[in-house]
């Protein structure tokens, strides 16, 4: 009991500084989910979609037998783009795109950032092909990945990686 009397102000200090430990240990944390490029999923923004074509199993299987078939003949497989419906997108807003290469980008086809997102290695060799001057633009300038933030309305994640839009 001496020794309370003596230490009870030391006592009282130790008992705050775990009391505070113990706060920020057992605290409750924020959970994130992160998509496939480490970028946070935040909760105001829509999810990722998944896959390239959401029509359906029989536009699903349609367009495989298409592919492999065209395989087996000789033929040059469907190149369609994953059409999305909505209007198009203002493609000059990815960094490395002006007037120029968005009107070559919309005729090949490309009007949506959603659809740039979903190109395949395949795809951006052929339309890398006709853009003349601007090719190898869509991998150095990563216009895949800006494409991927702005489809899933993450502003925020865009601009800390890539600067203001």
Known sequence: MEFVREYWLLILIAAAILLV?????????QRVQLSQDSAPIR???QAPQKGHESHGF?????????DVGGQIIGGEASHDLHASSGPPDDL????????????????QGISRFEQLARLSEADIE????????????IERDQILLQA??????????????FGKL
């Open 43 to 45: 909760p105001h923004m």
């Open 58 to 66: 029989a536009s699903e299987a349609a367009a495989a037998v298409g």
């Open 126 to 137: 052929r339309i890398d092909q006709n853009l003349g001057a601007f090719r190898g633009r």
């Open 92 to 107: 000059t807003r990815l960094k490395g795109v002006g007037p120029k290469f968005a009107a070559m980008l919309n005729d």
């Open 148 to 161: 991927d933030y702005l489809q899933r309305g993450d502003i925020d994640g865009f601009e800390q990686r």
């Open 21 to 29: 430990a113990a706060f920020l240990l057992f605290r409750p944390r």
